[in-house]
Structures are given as C-alpha cells and as structure tokens.
C-alpha cells in the first residue's frame, strides 16, 4: 500500500482504493476530480436514456371514426418508439356505459395493432366510467 501511495505522490494524481476486502487490495491511481466528474457525466447520460417513467395518455372513444382511430395508433407507435409508457383510456360518455364491449374491441384494436412496439402492462381495466390500460415499450 505504502509503495502504492508514493507511486500515485510521484505521477501527481490520488490513489483510490477500489476492493478492500481482496487480497492484496485493489487501487487504482487516478485524477479523483477527472473520475467523480466522468461518473456525474455517466449518471445524467443514463438518467437521460430512462424514460420508462414517463407516461403519455392516449384517449379513446368507442363511438370514434377509424380516420380517428389510425391517427392515435400512429401517436401511440411513436411514443412506443422512442421509449414512452403509453397509457390508453376509452372514456365513456353518457349512455356509452351499457355497452362497454364497444370500448373493449376499441382497446383490443389499439393493443393489437402496436403488439409489435410494446406490450400490454396486467391486463384491461375498468375504472368508473373508463378502460384503462398501459403498455410498456418492449
């Protein structure tokens, strides 16, 4: 260790211990400032890159017109596509609610046709007067 530390004194740079319970322990000689500042740079790319949190809603409607449809499918790729949790709602509006089988083909239609880019998270659910449902990016 000590031969460690007058070699890291010599080169003008810190010597940083990285396994201690090894045997010998291992070091390593670096510029400490240089390291925390490449580990920061590695934390903000990855937190970057994360975007599993991010959650963007789809709302759909049984009654709605296929032109329609298409257009929030292609929405929902896209948001699949660069890496977002896609919520989807088939929201029901007055006496919609007798036929909620209209709402589930709606939400089985989307799921099917975006099966490719991401994957239905549980399974569809009802919750007051709206299906819900989240598909993960595969």
């Given at each position: 260790?000590?031969?460690?530390?007058?070699?890291?004194?010599?080169?003008?740079?810190?010597?940083?211990?990285?396994?201690e319970t090894?045997?010998?322990?291992?070091?390593?000689?670096?510029?400490?400032?240089?390291?925390?500042?490449?580990?920061?740079?590695?934390?903000?790319?990855?937190?970057?890159?994360?975007?599993?949190?991010?959650?963007?809603?789809?709302?759909?409607?049984?009654?709605?017109?296929?032109?329609?449809?298409?257009?929030?499918?292609?929405?929902?790729?896209?948001?699949?596509?660069?890496?977002?949790?896609?919520?989807?709602?088939?929201?029901?509006?007055?006496?919609?609610?007798?036929?909620?089988?209209?709402?589930?083909?709606?939400?089985?239609?989307?799921?099917?046709?975006?099966?490719?880019?991401?994957?239905?998270?549980?399974?569809v659910s009802?919750?007051?007067?709206?299906?819900?449902?989240?598909?993960n990016p595969?």
């Amino acid at each position: 260790m000590d031969i460690a530390l007058n070699m890291a004194a010599e080169a003008g740079l810190d010597l940083m211990l990285v396994s201690e319970t090894s045997d010998p322990p291992v070091c390593k000689i670096v510029n400490f400032g240089q390291f925390k500042y490449q580990q920061r740079k590695k934390e903000k790319l990855s937190q970057k890159k994360s975007k599993g949190q991010i959650i963007k809603e789809l709302k759909l409607s049984p009654k709605m017109s296929e032109n329609d449809f298409n257009t929030r499918v292609n929405r929902g790729r896209e948001f699949l596509e660069k890496g977002f949790k896609v919520k989807v709602s088939v929201s029901f509006r007055g006496r919609e609610i007798i036929h909620p089988e209209l709402g589930r083909n709606i939400m089985d239609k989307f799921v099917e046709q975006t099966k490719d880019l991401g994957l239905l998270e549980g399974h569809v659910s009802q919750a007051g007067r709206s299906l819900l449902a989240f598909v993960n990016p595969k």
